[in-house]
Antibody, heavy 122, light 107 residues
Framework: QVQLQESGPGLVKPSQTLSLTCTVS??????????WSWIRQPAGKGLEWIGR???????NYNPSLKSRVTISVDTSKNQFSLKLSSVTAADTAVYYC??????????????WGQGTMVTVSS | DIQMTQSPSSVSASVGDRVTITCRAS??????LAWYQQKPGKAPKLLIY???SLQSGVPSRFSGSGSGTDFTLTISSLQPEDFATYYC?????????FGPGTKVDIK
């Protein structure tokens, strides 16, 4: 079955760019009408949706982060990526990649990566 | 943005208890609602989609109901593995938003 795995630096300096990649295994990222999302969770807090991408390259972003976020997809590598610029300590969180089921399950996130902790600190 | 609220924020319950969690949206979202279970250090797990549809592999003691602005998640007979935090999430509009969570712990 499809599995997701996040990868990237666990420590980023303030004002720099956070870069994460999600690798999709067990199936093609281009198969079906799914979207591919990033969601984050600060320690002890709730979940915040960052944005999503379709394999065509079409994106939707959270307006609260839109000016700093870029999500891209590389279908040849079965990966999608997150870049968040000008980070501050407020961006410290566990970052999850997740599959957005689209019309299949009415927009629910049905598959999640295990999450990766990113700390913003000098 | 659509704001999601949940009540209670926490509940203490015993094995075998019936537990009900409420989620309210700040505007109507039809049935575009999902419920997730999250255990410490783990990713959320989808339980319910489309407000009342049980995700494959999820035990039938979990059920969801509601439409519009008011929704409920019910655990009919709480099991030891159900102690966790539960989140609702709307998929009616962007940005997708989650409720603040309800922690179910042992009484």
């Amino acid at each position: 079955q499809v599995q997701l795995q996040e990868s990237g630096p666990g420590l980023v300096k303030p004002s720099q760019t956070l870069s994460l990649t999600c690798t999709v295994s067990g199936g093609s990222i281009s198969s079906g009408s799914y979207y591919w999302s990033w969601i984050r969770q600060p320690a002890g807090k709730g979940l915040e949706w960052i944005g999503r991408i379709y394999t065509s390259g079409s994106t939707n972003y959270n307006p609260s982060l839109k000016s700093r976020v870029t999500i891209s997809v590389d279908t040849s590598k079965n990966q999608f990526s997150l870049k968040l610029s000008s980070v501050t300590a407020a961006d410290t969180a566990v970052y999850y990649c997740a599959r957005d089921s689209g019309s299949y399950l009415i927009g629910a996130f049905d598959i999640w990566g295990q999450g990766t902790m990113v700390t913003v600190s000098s | 943005d659509i704001q999601m609220t949940q009540s209670p924020s926490s509940v203490s319950a015993s094995v075998g208890d019936r537990v009900t969690i409420t989620c309210r949206a700040s505007q109507g979202i039809s049935s575009w609602l999902a419920w997730y279970q999250q255990k410490p250090g783990k990713a959320p797990k989808l339980l319910i989609y489309a407000a009342s549809s049980l995700q494959s592999g999820v035990p039938s003691r979990f059920s969801g109901s509601g439409s519009g602005t008011d929704f409920t998640l019910t655990i009919s007979s709480l099991q030891p593995e159900d102690f966790a935090t539960y989140y609702c999430q709307q998929a009616n509009s962007f940005p997708r938003t989650f409720g603040p969570g309800t922690k179910v712990d042992i009484k």
